[in-house]
Every structure is written in structure tokens, then in C-alpha cells.
């Protein structure tokens, strides 16, 4: 039996180096706040749409503190998109 294709990006996603995650996603989030106008935006807003799929794929998995938390940092990231984009 072959796993589904969520599957096998969850199996990708889980060998992931976290460092390695978190420096890219650092990466795209500052140049968001750096680069000018509609493109800073629309990266806020591709790590946005990003971090909200995981957030939404792992969901059953985490703790309701840590549910909020990325909640709410999901929150202030499309707020900052729309900032940038205003």
C-alpha cells in the first residue's frame, strides 16, 4: 500500500532539520519586513499560508497552550502583511 501524498510530505516535512526550518523560515520572515511594499507582503504572507497549513496538519497532535500560541503568532504575521501592504 502506498501512502497518500499528505502522508509522505508529513514524512519528508518530519526529517526536516529543525535548525535548518527555523533559520529558512527567519530568512523569509525578514526579508518580508525588509523588502519594499507588495513584495514584503506577499512573503509575509506565503509564510503565513505556510505555517498555517502545518499549523492546521498538526493540530490534533499539540497541546491547546500551544495551539493558542501559534494561533495568535499566526495572527500578528498576517497583521504585519497587512501593515506592509497598506
Known sequence: ???????????????????????AALVVFLAGLFLPGIVG?????????????LTFTTWPVQPPALRTVRVILLALLFAAA???AL
Open 1 to 23: 500500500m502506498t501512502p497518500s501524498p499528505s502522508e509522505n510530505l508529513l514524512r519528508r516535512l518530519a526529517g526536516v532539520n529543525p535548525t535548518t526550518a527555523f533559520i
Open 41 to 53: 507582503a506577499a512573503l509575509l504572507v506565503a509564510l503565513g499560508a505556510a505555517l498555517a497549513a
Open 82 to 84: 497587512v501593515a506592509k
